[in-house]
């Protein structure tokens, strides 16, 4: 059978994902209190059906007191991995089939963007989180469709921290600077430098997340502080070749960890911290102004005004699909910044998202 068999048979998939393309879905995903902490009040008053979410100030009284805002979906404290992943499975298979795909976590230092794209550090079978079961759900496909499509797969792996690229698959711990290459032939192979692995298989691609994980903590006083202020890519390069024409297809799957999201205390924060608080500040407003830019479907896409968006540059907009799961903590001394999280999301899912605008 060739490629358009099995994308027949795959139909109503195919016509999901044909669905998501150009439009920017955003997900919000609510942290449970954790575990030894105080049960506080929770900030989040309510959640529809249809992707409301109301966050309640109790320190106000009246109209003021509440917000509602609208995404394509919001998941309560109750949403599992598996849940999470399956209204992100579509999207991931769709770069099987040739797309560029790019999936953020976004919010502030504690919200569950680790949680959900890499699962908690003791991790089991239920807890594991987007990025693993994105690549197990690839090699699984891969192996169903083999009679028609031969698939490999290549993973790199990069960490942008104060607008410099580093590359988290050296074996040699090097952590040497890397350019960025924009060139509309590299399919978004945008850091040609960066190692890139082949894996075969899902222990192949556990052990280079221990190797990433390692190169992370370089240079680091301590691997949450770091982590924290860098955006990690995690970038999964698929090329099929049809068996029957010799026709190649290329697509690819950034899974992006964001940096912290919170503004830092102006009055507090002094070099270094100062410094990184200004790069995460640029990068995550260019990041908000370019997607906010091809909702609108500007003339100009501000791609070049930071690190990241030039690396995700032929993976945001035109026929790429970008998907963004902005993380909330319900405690209540993170009010603020949940406000400002929610204010960033629905402006990066305004215009094209008139469906869930409508459900206010
Ligand atoms: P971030 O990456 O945004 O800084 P983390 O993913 O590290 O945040 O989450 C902070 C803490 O909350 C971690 O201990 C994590 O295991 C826990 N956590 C986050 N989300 C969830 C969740 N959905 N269920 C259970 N624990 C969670």
Same mark, same amino acid.
């Given at each position: 059978? =060739?490629?358009?068999?099995?994308?027949?048979?795959?139909?109503?998939? &195919?016509?999901?994902?044909?669905? /998501?393309?150009?439009?920017?879905?955003?997900?919000?995903?609510?942290?449970?209190? /954790?575990?030894?902490?105080?049960?506080?009040?929770?900030?989040?008053?309510?959640?529809? +059906?249809?992707?409301?979410?109301?966050?309640?100030?109790?320190?106000?009284?009246?109209?003021?007191?509440?917000?509602?805002?609208?995404?394509?979906?919001?998941?309560?404290?109750?949403?599992?991995?598996?849940?999470?992943?399956?209204?992100?499975?579509?999207? $991931?298979?769709?770069?099987?089939?040739?797309?560029?795909?790019?999936?953020?976590?976004?919010?502030?230092?504690?919200?569950?963007?680790? &949680?959900?794209?890499?699962?908690?550090?003791?991790?089991?079978?239920?807890?594991?989180?987007?990025? &693993?079961?994105?690549?197990?759900?690839?090699? *699984?496909?891969?192996? +169903?469709?083999? @009679?028609?499509?031969?698939?490999?797969?290549? $993973?790199?792996?990069?960490?942008?921290?104060?607008?410099? $690229?580093?590359?988290?698959?050296?074996?040699?711990?090097?952590?040497?600077?890397?350019?960025?290459?924009?060139?509309?032939?590299?399919?978004?192979?945008?850091?040609? @430098?960066?190692? !890139?692995?082949?894996?075969?298989? %899902?222990? @192949? $691609?556990?052990?280079?997340?221990?190797?990433?994980?390692?190169?992370?903590?370089?240079?680091?006083?301590?691997?949450? +502080?770091?982590? #924290?202020? #860098? *955006?990690?890519?995690?970038?999964?390069?698929?090329?099929?070749?049809?068996?029957? #024409?010799?026709?190649?297809?290329?697509?690819?799957?950034?899974?992006?960890?964001?940096?912290?999201?919170?503004?830092?205390?102006?009055?507090?924060?002094?070099?270094?911290?100062?410094?990184?608080?200004?790069?995460?500040?640029? =990068?995550?407003?260019?990041?908000?102004?370019?997607?906010?830019?091809?909702?609108?479907?500007?003339?100009?896409?501000?791609?070049?005004?930071?690190?990241?968006?030039?690396?995700?540059?032929? =993976?945001?907009?035109?026929?790429?699909?970008? !998907?963004?799961?902005?993380?909330?903590?319900?405690?209540?001394?993170?009010?603020?910044?949940?406000?400002? %999280?929610?204010?960033?999301?629905?402006?990066?899912? %305004?215009?094209?998202?008139?469906?869930?605008? =409508?459900?206010?």
């Amino acid at each position: 059978s =060739s490629y358009h068999q099995v994308l027949e048979e795959n139909r109503f998939l &195919y016509n999901q994902v044909q669905d /998501l393309k150009g439009a920017i879905r955003v997900y919000c995903r609510v942290r449970p209190f /954790l575990p030894g902490q105080p049960n506080g009040q929770s900030t989040v008053d309510y959640i529809g +059906e249809n992707g409301n979410i109301m966050i309640m100030n109790p320190l106000k009284q009246g109209k003021d007191a509440r917000r509602v805002f609208s995404f394509n979906k919001v998941f309560a404290t109750s949403a599992t991995q598996e849940q999470i992943y399956a209204d992100t499975q579509p999207l $991931v298979r769709s770069a099987l089939d040739g797309y560029n795909v790019c999936i953020f976590a976004y919010g502030q230092t504690g919200s569950g963007k680790t &949680y959900t794209m890499s699962g908690p550090d003791l991790m089991t079978e239920e807890t594991w989180g987007v990025n &693993y079961r994105a690549l197990r759900d690839l090699f *699984h496909i891969s192996k +169903e469709r083999a @009679d028609a499509i031969k698939y490999e797969v290549g $993973v790199q792996m990069i960490e942008i921290y104060n607008e410099q $690229v580093r590359d988290l698959l050296v074996s040699d711990g090097s952590n040497r600077r890397l350019d960025i290459r924009n060139n509309s032939q590299l399919n978004g192979l945008n850091v040609p @430098d960066a190692s !890139l692995v082949p894996v075969n298989c %899902t222990q @192949d $691609v556990l052990d280079l997340m221990k190797v990433g994980q390692r190169n992370r903590a370089v240079g680091a006083t301590a691997l949450n +502080e770091r982590s #924290s202020r #860098s *955006h990690s890519v995690l970038t999964v390069h698929v090329r099929g070749r049809d068996l029957e #024409s010799n026709s190649i297809l290329k697509g690819c799957l950034h899974l992006v960890d964001l940096a912290g999201s919170e503004r830092v205390d102006k009055s507090e924060a002094v070099g270094e911290r100062l410094k990184e608080a200004q790069h995460i500040n640029k =990068s995550l407003s260019a990041l908000g102004d370019v997607i906010a830019a091809l909702a609108q479907k500007s003339q100009h896409i501000p791609y070049r005004n930071s690190k990241l968006t030039q690396v995700l540059q032929d =993976s945001l907009g035109g026929h790429a699909k970008t !998907l963004m799961f902005v993380h909330i903590n319900p405690e209540l001394n993170a009010l603020g910044e949940t406000i400002s %999280t929610l204010k960033f999301a629905e402006r990066v899912a %305004t215009i094209e998202l008139g469906a869930a605008q =409508s459900n206010k």
